[in-house]
């Protein structure tokens, strides 16, 4: 039975404005990332199949959690995340919806966002909702039809779609899901006739101890 495990990168840039600064990890991410890789290590989490998007704060979490050691990493921009910053700052442009600087106002911020991105209401977006929609339906498909228990390492928005994707999710649960998932969560799927099953949502078993709580993270 194919079953795919999905994790989201480490900590971030947290200060980052823009796409560009906000893609590599801080030093709690790097901590976060080698946590989770010993924790597989220890419970015996073995992968056949490893694949990341495109970008570093990507690359950076596979290789930090060691992912190497399973199998060679098959990078994919398919499963990049889609571009957040761009969107907010357009949104604030054309719409005069100001980006919040806290977590909180975010809860607000992020539902309207893709609500306005996913009916087109956005001008000189870097890539439409139904385009973003369609390569990650098309990547996860894809790896669902490989061989052997699969590694994707991304980010929140892509595993968030792929919850709405198998849940049909309307765009305020879309949000609230992207919303909830933390740095270097896990989340499984498993492939019964030929439809995904979600097993796993959201576990953070290598961050659980009293000592570490400090490092569940969700920017």
Request: hydrophobic share 40%.
């Amino acid at each position: 039975m194919p079953h795919i495990t999905l994790v989201r990168h480490g900590q971030a840039n947290t200060e980052a404005r823009d796409e560009v600064s906000y893609d590599r990890l801080s030093e709690l991410g790097h901590q976060q990332a080698a946590w989770l890789g010993e924790h597989m290590q220890a419970t015996g989490d073995r992968f056949q199949r490893v694949y990341t998007g495109a970008m570093r704060r990507h690359r950076e979490t596979a290789m930090g959690m060691r992912a190497q050691d399973h199998a060679e990493i098959v990078e994919d921009p398919r499963l990049n995340e889609f571009a957040y910053f761009t969107l907010s700052q357009l949104m604030e442009e054309q719409h005069g919806l100001e980006v919040p600087t806290e977590r909180e106002g975010f809860v607000r911020h992020l539902p309207t966002v893709l609500g306005a991105w996913e009916r087109g209401e956005i001008e000189g977006v870097p890539e439409t909702h139904a385009a973003f929609a369609a390569r990650v339906r098309d990547a996860m498909a894809e790896i669902a039809e490989g061989q052997g228990r699969a590694l994707v390492v991304t980010s929140g928005g892509l595993i968030g779609t792929v919850l709405r994707q198998t849940l049909a999710l309307d765009v305020n649960g879309w949000a609230r899901m992207c919303l909830a998932i933390q740095n270097t969560s896990v989340h499984r799927w498993q492939m019964v006739l030929s439809e995904p099953l979600l097993v796993q949502f959201n576990m953070i078993s290598h961050l659980e101890a009293p000592e570490r709580q400090f490092a569940q993270t969700h920017l």
